[in-house]
């Protein structure tokens, strides 16, 4: 395995522990910040850490990066956009209560995009790539840097409490409501749901991004 890949899986199972004893707070939230900063660019927190986000970027020009590939079901764009979705509704909705990025500065609009929901359950082949062709990739990089560095500041504010409580069922709902998370993709609400705030500090902002950009990785090598 990748040495930085290993040290990636250690330093979760670690975050995993640490979110499971209440006196040791400060290390869960150091170690998730350790965890989030490897799945960004270095841009986005600053650290000297490896980062699989740049790693898939390096020398990957912009056919590369709309490219889906044969027997691949997404592109690099695809892939970045949907990650940076659902941490940006997990982490503003579902963790802080607050409006989603993507809507505090209008960044569909920036990003030449319509579909404000994740992809999961009702986006096809054609959707797919017709999203991987029209997002402003530029833009895109910056909404993910803007996700980020929020995901940052509401989890340093967290209490202990606050990790070990269950999702609101009201903030799911706002999901629903403002079709972030089509019907069609409900069971998407059923297992936020089922987490505490600390599940979901141990998913979607960390081993959701690993894992796709694990996929991007495989997209990039064979769309060069």
């Known amino acids: 395995m990748d040495p930085n890949r290993k040290l990636w899986n250690e330093g979760h199972q670690l975050l995993r522990q640490a979110l499971a004893r ?4 400060p290390g869960a939230i150091e170690l998730f910040l350790r965890q989030h900063a490897m799945v960004h660019d270095a841009e986005m927190s600053n650290s000297s850490l490896p980062s699989f986000s740049d790693e898939v970027w390096k020398d990957a020009n912009e056919t590369i990066i709309r490219c ?19 941490e940006d509704m997990t982490m503003n909705v579902l963790l802080a209560g607050r409006t989603q ?5 209008d960044w569909l609009t920036k990003m030449n995009i319509t579909v404000r929901h994740t992809g999961n359950v009702v986006m096809d082949m054609k ?8 997002v402003d ?8 840097l803007a996700v980020g560095q929020a995901t940052r500041e509401a989890v340093v504010s967290l209490s202990p409490e606050e990790t ?4 609101a069922p009201a903030r799911l709902q706002e999901l629903l409501d403002d079709g972030s ?3 069609e993709a409900t069971g998407l609400l059923e297992y936020w749901g089922s987490l505490t705030i600390g599940g979901l500090l141990l998913m979607p902002p960390t081993r959701h991004c690993l894992v796709h950009l694990n996929e991007a990785l495989k997209v990039k090598k064979k769309c060069s």
């Open 22 to 25: 209440p006196d040791d707070h």
């Open 127 to 134: 959707g797919v790539v017709e999203l991987s062709q029209a």
């Open 164 to 167: 070990r409580r269950k999702v």
């Open 137 to 144: 990739i530029a833009v895109l990089r910056a909404y993910r």
């Open 68 to 86: 889906v590939p044969p027997k691949c079901e997404h592109s690099i764009a695809w892939l970045v956009w949907h990650i940076t979705r659902i």
């Open 181 to 183: 998370v089509p019907k």
């Open 101 to 105: 990025v993507c809507y505090r500065a």
